[in-house]
């Protein structure tokens, strides 16, 4: 499983459906997302709150930070270096509206597992054509731990902060400006 499938399987994994259908997984948390993708390892941040997602990545030296709105219907992709935004608007032709939908996504649950000496409910969810693991706490309702069914991805959700997360996480700082063409990047 790639980062752009990750990134997809965490989006289905933590809001709700786009039918309007409360997800299990829902809630409002922060937690550090420890991804070991072939034997390399990284680490993530990310928050959860009210429906809305934020995900921290640092790849080398660039930071990507992502907001996922589906109150809005938009996702907002933040360059922190170079104090930039995108702005995408969700559409179910995009692809992403599409993954999150119950349609494409299905979950089973095949049993319960002990992870970090937390119950958990195991399921077994297929996203589209890729299928994984995920094991979630009983008593949270919180993601524990995510596997590929080929055991090449594991991800780990450690430092879990349960409660409400500050709105300013889900927009874009106001000193940032909006990106409107490739120009301005080469600017910088």
Same mark, same amino acid.
């Given at each position: 499983?790639?980062?752009?499938?990750?990134?997809?399987?965490?989006?289905?994994?933590?809001?709700?459906?786009?039918? /309007?259908?409360?997800?299990?997984?829902?809630?409002?948390?922060?937690?550090?997302?420890?991804? &070991?993708?072939?034997?390399?390892?990284?680490?993530?941040?990310?928050?959860?709150?009210?429906?809305?997602?934020?995900?921290?990545?640092?790849?080398?030296?660039?930071?990507?930070?992502? &907001?996922?709105?589906?109150?809005?219907?938009?996702?907002? &992709?933040?360059?922190?270096?170079?104090?930039?935004?995108?702005?995408?608007?969700?559409?179910?032709?995009?692809?992403?509206?599409?993954?999150?939908?119950?349609?494409?996504?299905?979950?089973?649950?095949?049993?319960?597992?002990?992870?970090?000496?937390?119950?958990?409910?195991?399921?077994?969810?297929?996203?589209?054509? #890729?299928?994984?693991?995920?094991?979630?706490? #009983?008593?949270?309702?919180?993601?524990?731990?995510?596997?590929?069914?080929?055991?090449?991805?594991?991800?780990?959700?450690?430092?879990?902060?349960? /409660?409400?997360?500050?709105?300013?996480?889900?927009?874009?700082?106001?000193?940032?400006?909006?990106?409107?063409?490739?120009?301005?990047?080469?600017?910088?």
């Amino acid at each position: 499983m790639g980062m752009k499938e990750f990134l997809l399987a965490l989006v289905c994994l933590t809001l709700p459906s786009l039918a /309007g259908a409360q997800n299990v997984l829902s809630g409002n948390y922060s937690a550090d997302l420890v991804t &070991i993708n072939m034997g390399r390892k990284s680490t993530s941040k990310v928050y959860l709150g009210d429906g809305k997602l934020r995900t921290e990545v640092s790849m080398g030296p660039v930071q990507v930070v992502t &907001i996922t709105r589906l109150d809005e219907k938009v996702v907002y &992709i933040l360059l922190p270096v170079q104090k930039m935004f995108v702005e995408k608007p969700l559409q179910e032709a995009d692809g992403l509206l599409s993954y999150v939908s119950d349609k494409n996504t299905t979950r089973e649950l095949v049993g319960t597992e002990p992870i970090k000496n937390q119950p958990c409910d195991k399921y077994k969810m297929a996203l589209r054509d #890729k299928v994984f693991y995920v094991w979630i706490n #009983k008593s949270t309702q919180i993601p524990m731990q995510m596997l590929s069914v080929d055991n090449k991805t594991r991800t780990e959700w450690d430092n879990v902060q349960i /409660g409400p997360q500050p709105t300013d996480l889900f927009k874009p700082p106001g000193d940032f400006q909006k990106f409107t063409g490739a120009s301005e990047i080469q600017k910088q």
